[in-house]
């Protein structure tokens, strides 16, 4: 009898797996998945999404009905737009955001829209973002509502994210489908968040190496903020390890806050320090030009010219015919 039930059991078990296993089948869907990103300086914009097709259909004010939706399912109460089709399409801001000019926490957010015929659409974040489209939507979750404009565009088949209007600091978000296209800024405190990452990045690993440093100094010229930090940050770099290509960046540094005479003095040392580095040669004879001692310029330009590697010729060349001139 004990056998009979142990055989049994297993035969449940076997078939309780085969149920499970048939439910959690993964088959192509209608409407495909996709994903779109893009990075706005050190912040990054994800969306995840489905991508219905129009097949012949009209899409605004009939596939997509203006203004809220009637709800057979979920709650029951009338729904937005999901934006897209199947689970909700989702937004993700790595660091606090302002859309169209209203500012939103860092996060991940439910999208959902309310068509409107002829005037401005309302674009909705919601904190549920985990809900299957917007059957469950309750307005209690919305973490964000702006308005938008929508515009004609070229026809596309099946709904598209993307982002356009790139700048260093913000993007504009868009979707499109049909014959129409709406969208919104995304705009970050660029400049406040890469500042921000690199301090967390020098208390990390990259603290103990003198390149670390080095290369914040030299994101700090090449941007042309935070000057006197890179110059501090290259100290550092120097402390750790001094070499030609630290004390070259903070040569450069130098020049950028007008410390002429402190910055040829150590571009000077550096040829005495380092003479078989073409590069100390050059860039003395750069700082010489750009403090108009053009002789003397022209001569530590040829100088790193007789000593640089051949692809450099051409340029300090053109360095010394542009000074002679």
Not at 78 to 105: C, Q
Not at 109 to 137: C, Q
């Amino acid at each position: 009898m004990k056998q009979l039930l142990s055989v049994l059991a297993l035969i449940i078990s076997l078939c309780s797996g085969y149920v499970t296993t048939a439910q959690q089948l993964s088959l192509p869907r209608e409407s495909q998945s996709a994903m779109v990103s893009q990075t706005v300086g050190s912040s990054v914009i994800t969306i995840n999404y489905s991508r219905p097709a129009v097949k012949g259909r009209i899409i605004w004010g009939k596939l997509v009905p203006y203004g809220f939706e009637e709800n057979a399912f979920g709650n029951g109460k009338p729904m937005p737009w999901r934006a897209g089709a199947n689970e909700n399409t989702v937004i993700t801001f790595s660091h606090d955001v302002k859309l169209n000019g209203v500012e939103l926490k860092a996060g991940s957010y439910g999208l959902h829209m309310i068509p409107a015929e002829n005037k401005e659409w309302t674009i909705i974040f919601s904190k549920d973002y985990k809900a299957w489209g917007s059957f469950f939507y309750e307005k209690e979750n919305d973490a964000l509502r702006i308005t938008a404009s929508p515009e004609k565009s070229n026809f596309s088949e099946l709904l598209t994210y993307g982002f356009d209007n790139i700048k260093a600091s913000s993007a504009r978000a868009y979707l499109t489908w049909e014959n129409l296209l709406i969208g919104f800024t995304c705009e970050f405190e660029a400049d406040k968040i890469t500042l921000e990452s690199i301090r967390t990045q020098l208390t990390g690993a990259g603290g103990f190496n003198w390149q670390s440093w080095n290369q914040a100094a030299i994101y700090c010229l090449q941007s042309g903020k935070w000057l006197e930090l890179g110059e501090q940050w290259c100290n550092k770099s120097i402390a750790l390890n001094e070499n030609s290509t630290n004390r070259n960046t903070l040569g450069y540094l130098l020049m950028a806050q007008k410390k002429t005479d402190e910055a040829l003095k150590l571009f000077k040392e550096n040829t005495d320090r380092y003479p078989a580095d073409w590069n100390v040669w050059d860039s003395y004879g750069e700082a010489l030009a750009t403090a108009g001692r053009k002789s003397e310029a022209i001569d530590y330009y040829k100088k790193a010219l007789e000593i640089a590697p051949k692809g450099q010729a051409k340029r300090i060349e053109k360095a010394i015919k542009d000074i002679s001139n």
